[in-house]
């Protein structure tokens, strides 16, 4: 079954990159956007099967490949 958000009429399908569905009062604190991607997977439709045959052969030993977090970012938010 496909992931779905459904918020009255809204419907969100995916949600990529640095994007975000923000509702109601929100703080961003930075957003930044990290991604390591291999291999493909779609669906057409609302309810289509997703499937994807493959066979991850890449061998990645690092454990620390995306950053931000050594260096976080600061909050810079006033709250009332």
């Known amino acids: 079954m496909p992931s779905m958000i459904n918020i009255y009429l809204i419907k969100i399908n995916n949600i990529s990159n640095n994007g975000s569905v923000n509702i109601g009062e929100t703080l961003n604190n930075a957003p930044t956007a990290n991604s390591k991607l291999q291999g493909q997977n779609s669906s057409y439709g609302d309810l289509s099967p997703t499937t994807a045959g493959m066979e ?18 600061n909050v810079n938010a006033i709250q009332d």
């Open 56 to 73: 991850n052969v890449f061998i990645d030993p690092d454990v620390n490949d995306l950053g931000d977090i050594a260096n976080p970012a």
